[in-house]
């Protein structure tokens, strides 16, 4: 297989339905929580991705049996704080953040080292931020290079409930926490300003003691230690960052049509269809219904070629945090200046995106303003790109990769994108359902 892409012509006019893979947050949720049940657990439509088999492959060296069929996964838990801890135990969280951080907090009883390794993307970003509230359970990190991976683990005997304000908006840094508190006595208390709370849902259905209040910034959530876990099958929905590609793809390709089934539209993620929706994009949720707290539709989205440009309001941030790559290039043909703020969080990802986003819509002919944590975009509806561009995506950022496709097949070019295998990470069908959208 090519190691690149190469997009020479825009995509045609299309009317199809689609289904995208699994959820991602909520499939390594579900293998982590999984692991700590009691009891045999399966997952249906679990997102067969790198980032996923990480997890089930991190689980497996703590002693946990995982069993693959052809349509499901089946994880046999041992119980809270079931994990089995060999000597010199190295786990390697490859390119997943959200691995790495979670999973850290379910290794705070580790009654000897672990070693926590990444890849090289991994590697660069910060690990301050789970191990600083994981630290007041009384366990203790060791690290080569402070802060990063890789890094070791030594847990507490008795750990305690803490008190821990989460002030970035991040998912992970909560569930980190969250985790951590399933190990500990007494309570947890968390203020954690608005994120994704496929957590703390999953923790209601579960039956884990958990109370939460919500007020307009933050919300208060508290956990006692539960006695067990049960363990649960779980259907996971379609992933709605995996969606906003094609999202992004129809609203910018003319008299074009797209349904996407049973997609995740759990009001924590949805950002990126309320940002594009005030963007002038015609987005529709249907046949909506509920599935263990968890909100579901499908998405029906039509072109539009009257787009505007938006001063992103940045309470919107935190559900929208990883498509801003793609609202982007909607920026980039929407009429007027947009305006994104306090978005720094951004360049804390895979790659940092905010530069990749600034720089790939630059080398379209767009001009941006950017600062360490904002962008203003100058948006070009006519834009028609006619000259050569190469993305070389050194991080192997999988939706630098995706941005990047979108944008030849919807602004013209000829682009040759490379680390293809990028989108192993999150999606790897998605070149397979752009074929099947751009086959006449
Ligand atoms: C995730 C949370 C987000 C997101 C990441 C997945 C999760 O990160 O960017 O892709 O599953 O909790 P932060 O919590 O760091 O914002």
Known sequence: MSKFLLIKKKIKTFNKQIYVSGDKSLSIRWVLLASQATGKSKGYNLLMSEDVLAALDSIKKLGIKVRMYKNYCEILGNGIN???YKKNLTINARNSGTLGRLLLGLLIKAPQKIKLIGDESLSKRDFSRVTLPLEKFGVKFYYKIKNKLPLAIIGSEFPKGIKYLEDKGSAQCKSSVMFAALNSSGTTFIRAKKSRNHSELLFKYLKIPIKI?????YDFINIKQP????????????DISSSAFFMVLTTLTNNSKLLIKDVNTNPSRTGVITILKKMGAKILLKNQRNYRGEKISDILIESSNNLKAINCPSELNSSAIDEFLVIFLVAAKAKGISYFKNVSELNQKESPRLKWGSKILNMMGIKTKLTKDSIKIHGQPNLDITKNIVIKNYLKDHRVFMMSAIAALTCGGQWKIHDKSSIDTSFPSFLKILNKINDK
């Open 213 to 217: 209040k919500k007020t307009k910034k």
């Open 82 to 84: 079931g994990f089995k």
């Open 227 to 238: 006695k067990k876990i049960m363990a649960f099958n779980y259907e996971i929905p379609g």
